[in-house]
């Protein structure tokens, strides 16, 4: 119970708003002519927008609102790859019919909380947000005694399962078990892992080595998370295989598959 609690709170995948450009505003700490709310304020509540989301890659959903009247999460102008679970969301109020707001917001997959400081540097304008990405938001677990047949000393598991609304219950828990039994199978059945050194990558260029993962070419997002996995430079890369970025937190299939177009471009081979 206890593991099935622990992985659902904090390793499920889920998406949520992590940068926000509003126009006429360059930063945070001011207020918009004819809203109610200050920008903190506006922020605050778009953190609280609960998204259903899959993609590998940032989407982004943008309002063009006008006053008087109060601005809800349903105003909010999705793809249909985006789901919002909280449409009745307030998110603002405009004074009147002058008052305007307009704002795009980027979502993303991932899993855990996004700290707004470890994004980097952003464009002038655009201003990142703290994202917490757990879709679960409260996990309760209790042991009872059960009777099977004439026995009496089995234990019933029961869990008490609340999601923000873009996952069902069953699911987190589905999802959580699937996740344990991958991990125990390493336990029953373990693979060692072969250190084979890649000697396709000897005739590289030493200044090519030496180039940073953010030198790739590469989303910012995807270059953040190789190097909270400890790859700073292409000479940290090439020593990788395609299985050792994949187990990177917040790297999908398909980021794996650009990170290895892109070393391949220079030079260097992935198995």
């Known amino acids: 119970g206890n ?58 959903i943008k309002l063009q609102a006008t006053g008087p009247g109060e601005i809800k999460a349903s105003d909010l102008a999705t793809p249909s790859t985006v789901k919002i679970a909280n449409p009745d969301l307030e998110l603002a109020t405009l004074a009147d019919k002058k008052s305007k707001l307009s704002l795009e917001l980027s979502i ?29 938001t409260h996990v309760a677990y209790n042991i009872e005694a059960t009777r099977v047949g004439r026995r009496t000393d089995f234990d019933s598991l029961i869990l008490t399962v609340k999601t923000n609304g873009t996952i069902t219950p069953s ?15 390493q336990i029953v059945s373990p693979t060692a892992a072969v250190d084979i050194k890649n000697t396709s990558n000897s005739t590289v260029s030493s200044s090519a080595m030496k180039l940073t993962v953010e030198e790739l070419d590469i989303p910012t997002r995807i270059a953040n998370a190789l190097r909270k996995g400890g790859y ?3 000479a940290d890369l ?34």
């Open 3 to 60: 593991s099935l609690r622990r992985v659902m709170l904090s390793h499920l995948p889920g998406a949520a708003p992590v940068r926000v450009k509003i126009k006429g505003i360059n930063h945070q700490f001011t207020t918009l002519k004819g809203m109610r709310e200050d920008i903190v304020e506006l922020i605050l509540n778009l953190k609280q927008l609960h998204v259903a989301y899959h993609g590998d890659q940032p989407e982004t």
């Open 108 to 136: 993303q997959s991932g899993a855990g909380y996004l700290l707004a400081e470890d994004q980097g540097k952003q464009k002038l304008g655009v201003i990142p947000l703290d994202a917490s990405f757990s879709q679960v």
């Open 171 to 185: 699911s987190a828990v589905k999802q959580a078990a699937k996740i344990l039994v991958e991990h125990f199978k």
């Open 232 to 234: 700073q430079t292409l």
């Open 238 to 271: 090439s020593q990788a295989k395609s299985t050792d970025l994949a187990k990177i937190k917040n790297i999908g299939e398909k980021s794996v598959t650009e990170i290895i177009a892109k070393l391949r471009e220079k030079g260097i081979e992935v198995s």
